[in-house]
């Protein structure tokens, strides 16, 4: 996997690492913080014809899938819950590809309790050192009902664990 696909499935944490149990809080229009460390637990790379990458060294390419699942606990990587707060999904599909990075699309679910906050068909820029613009949360489901926010996302180290920082405005 080349050093954008090593980039993009770490970033895919960033997207599907994004809730624990803390919900909307305040009146309509009011931003809630929330704070998470996202354990990696799968993540898979295809090329475009649907066979799995196992190269460290391919080239990433246009029509690329990354799909990955984590658990999730409240706080940072340094300081944390004990107990997982919410688990998740994401399926990524690069769109373009350059020397610098590359775009894609991006489907998202995490579940949080009976609720789901939801990345659904979001656009995402990869940088080949593995950063990524903010993820766009742009729906959800029970307390997470139309739900609109960002995720930010640092790695930790050469894992595929990240600390994540969600911004979520209540509808």
Known sequence: ??????????????????V???GFAG???????????????????????????TSQNSAAQVG?????TH???????????????????LLCQLLTVSSTGGTGVCDGQIAVGGALLLAEHVAVTFAANGSLSPIPINGGTGPYRGARGTVRSV?????????????????
């Open 155 to 171: 790695g930790i180290g050469s894992s595929s664990n990240a600390d994540l920082t969600i911004t979520l405005t209540k509808p």
């Open 64 to 68: 690329d899938r990354f799909e990955s």
């Open 1 to 18: 996997m080349s050093a954008l696909s090593r980039g993009l499935a770490g970033g895919i944490v960033a997207l599907v690492s994004t």
């Open 71 to 89: 658990i999730d606990f409240s706080g940072t990587h340094k300081h944390h819950s004990s107990s997982i707060s919410a688990s998740d999904h």
């Open 27 to 53: 009146p309509a229009g009011a931003a809630t913080t929330l704070r998470f460390y996202s354990v990696s637990q799968q993540q898979a790379a295809y090329d475009p014809s649907g066979q799995t990458i």
């Open 20 to 22: 624990g149990v803390v």
